[in-house]
C-alpha cells in the first residue's frame, strides 16, 4: 500500500505547476464533459481525435495529477467521493480544520490530506469556478492562506 500525503507546501507546489503548464491565464472551460456530467477533475475529451482516456481537466485535477499517478486512477473512477474529500463546499471552506488530516483509501493507495491543503485547494477551485484564470485562482488561494 502506498500513502501519498499531500501537505499545504505540496497542494501549493502542484497548484503553481498546474498554473504554470497551462498559463496563468488559463481558463477551465469544460464545465461539461462529453458524457454530460459537470465539472470533473479528470475529464473525456470532446474531440475524437483523442482516445477516450481521461485526461486531467481542471486546476485542482491537473494538480494533483502532478503528484502522483495514482491520483489518476481516483479521479477518474470517484470523482464525487474525490470533490467531497478535496473541495469541501458543503462543510464551507470556513469549517476546514486546517491540523486535521482526511483519509481515503482507494485501490490499496491512501491519500492523506492535511486539513490547510485541503483549504488551499477549496480555495483554488472555487475561484476556477466563478470564471477566474488559473493564475487569478491560485493568487486568490495563496493570499487567503500565508505560510
Same mark, same amino acid.
Given at each position: ?5 499531500? @501537505?499545504?507546501?505540496? +497542494? ?19 464545465? #461539461? ?9 479528470? +475529464? ?12 486531467? +481537466?481542471?486546476? $485542482?485535477?491537473? +494538480?494533483? @495529477?502532478?503528484?502522483?499517478?495514482? #491520483? ?10 474525490? #470533490?467531497?474529500?478535496? $473541495?469541501?463546499?458543503?462543510?464551507? $471552506? ?17 491519500? $492523506? ?35
Amino acid at each position: 500500500m502506498k500513502r501519498i500525503r499531500v @501537505t499545504y507546501e505540496t +497542494a501549493r507546489d502542484a497548484l503553481i505547476a498546474a498554473r504554470d503548464e497551462r498559463g496563468a491565464g488559463f481558463m477551465y472551460d469544460q464545465m #461539461f464533459d462529453s458524457d454530460g456530467e459537470g465539472c470533473r477533475y479528470l +475529464a473525456r475529451p470532446r474531440d475524437a481525435h483523442f482516445d477516450d482516456s481521461p485526461i486531467p +481537466a481542471c486546476l $485542482v485535477g491537473v +494538480a494533483l @495529477t502532478t503528484l502522483d499517478k495514482a #491520483f489518476e486512477e481516483w479521479l477518474d473512477d470517484d470523482n464525487e467521493q474525490a #470533490f467531497d474529500v478535496i $473541495v469541501r463546499h458543503e462543510a464551507g $471552506v470556513e469549517n476546514i480544520v486546517d491540523d486535521a488530516e482526511y483519509h481515503i483509501e482507494y485501490c490499496g493507495d491512501e491519500f $492523506v490530506f492535511e486539513g490547510i491543503a485541503v483549504r488551499l485547494l477549496t480555495l483554488a477551485q472555487s475561484s476556477q469556478d466563478t470564471g477566474n484564470t488559473w493564475g487569478e485562482s491560485v493568487s486568490y488561494a495563496l493570499d487567503r492562506i500565508k505560510r
